[in-house]
């Protein structure tokens, strides 16, 4: 399929709408009345600190919301207020937060079901609004959506749409794209589906995997096996790791992108020399600015002392998971909750650690003199952060 020309004739569709609704001022205002805290403004202007008795709080000075997903929320909800008695539907999760998801759900938006990972868009009918989230939404349900006459409502983060173009590139100029993300992430769904020849690659460990395959070290049924549901149909190692270019989820961690684009560039150059490397590696940096922001701070504050660290957001948020390894990565306590109901008034807080299920644990906040890291993933409002720490101040008080 062509997905260039696909798109251009959507975008020219006057049933496509990827601007919204009203002005970039009334949007900003219309989310500050809904999720700001002015808390959490007064800790930023005390330089990222709060002390309230025996509780210190140091902030991550970049968390939360970034442009993408405020655009994202706003244009949903601009959505309801221009389409008052519509039907409207999302394809997915605006953003990966569980209270902005169900305001939706309380303004009548409909999300989309997915039983066994296969979404039925069999309620959706002619003339109503779908509003793809700001993970984007394949090209084939675009499709089928503009197929079967619906309003578009398009929220897509335009460092996903940029993630988009290069797999694009990848394809026009016949090379493999080898995506960094998680195989079943809607944005890695989504971005693969635009790609041509595509290989996703979870980690700097499966990025070694197959770097020894190119370099003749592994076994092609092993290999077929591990990937077999990571790559595009009829993939053959043999054939598609001979181009390669590199492209990433945005939210996956930079450093981790970054480490593996240069294993694929070493591994090229070892197999075709310096002369043909441009015919056999390509790469463009597809690392989302805010994403980097939240981690390059996340590092700065796991460098403070720390007695523990809170780190709020969706629990299949793949940031805010990522600014929970690097706290892992220092060793220092840390509880990843995705709303503030997760910390009861007896000392006692429900969270999940990294890959495992929610777990309770009693008296998690120490006696004495306490300092607490605080950070939030880019889906996370500063309301939600606000009320995390008043209820670290109840406990504190008890």
């Known amino acids: ?62 968390f939360g919301f970034c442009w993408g997903v405020e655009r994202a929320v706003a244009m949903a909800y601009e959505t309801r207020r221009h389409y008052p008695t519509e039907r409207i539907w999302i394809t997915n999760e605006i953003i990966h937060n569980p209270s902005v998801n169900d305001h939706l759900r309380r303004m009548n938006v409909r999300f989309i079901s997915a039983e066994g990972g296969v979404k039925d868009f069999s309620g959706v009918n002619d003339g109503d609004v779908v509003i793809l989230p700001a993970f984007g939404a394949t090209v084939q349900e675009m499709q089928l959506l503009h197929e079967r006459g619906c309003h578009i409502i398009d929220t897509t983060c335009p460092w996903v749409s940029k993630v988009w173009h290069t797999v694009e590139k990848h394809k026009k100029h016949t090379f493999t794209s080898i995506i960094h993300g998680k195989v079943k992430h809607e944005e890695t769904l989504a971005t693969s589906s635009f790609a041509g020849t595509y290989l996703v690659v979870l980690d700097l460990e499966e990025a070694q995997y197959v770097s020894d395959y190119i370099l003749g070290k592994g076994n092609r049924e092993a290999f077929v ?29 930079k450093s981790e992108t970054e480490e593996i684009g240069r294993l694929f560039e070493r591994t090229m150059l070892a197999k075709y020399g310096p002369k043909d490397l441009p015919d056999h590696f390509l790469a463009f940096n597809t690392i989302c600015d805010a994403t980097e922001e939240r981690q390059d701070a996340m590092f700065s504050l796991v460098d403070e002392p720390l007695d523990l660290l809170v780190v709020i957001g969706g629990f299949n948020s793949s940031n805010t998971t990522h600014l929970q390894e690097i706290a892992i990565s220092r060793g220092i306590r840390s509880f990843h909750i995705d709303t503030p109901e997760r910390m009861g008034d007896g000392n006692t807080i429900t969270h999940k650690p990294l890959g495992e299920d929610l777990v309770t644990e009693e008296n998690f906040l120490p006696d004495g003199e306490v300092v607490v890291g605080i950070t939030s993933g880019a889906s996370t409002p500063d309301r939600v952060v606000e009320h995390v720490i008043q209820k670290l101040i109840a406990i504190s008080e008890m």
């Open 225 to 253: 096996e591990r990937f077999s549901k990571a790559c595009s149909p009829g993939f053959d190692p043999d054939k598609d790791l001979q181009r390669l270019g590199v492209a990433n989820q945005t939210t996956m961690l």
């Open 1 to 62: 399929m062509d997905t260039q020309a696909f798109k251009r004739s959507l975008h020219h569709s006057d049933r496509y709408n990827r601007r919204g609704f009203g002005s970039p001022a009334k949007r900003a205002e219309a989310l500050e009345q809904a999720y700001q805290s002015s808390l959490i403004g007064s800790i930023r202007d005390n330089g990222y600190e709060m002390s309230h008795g025996r509780l210190k709080v140091k902030l991550a000075e970049a």
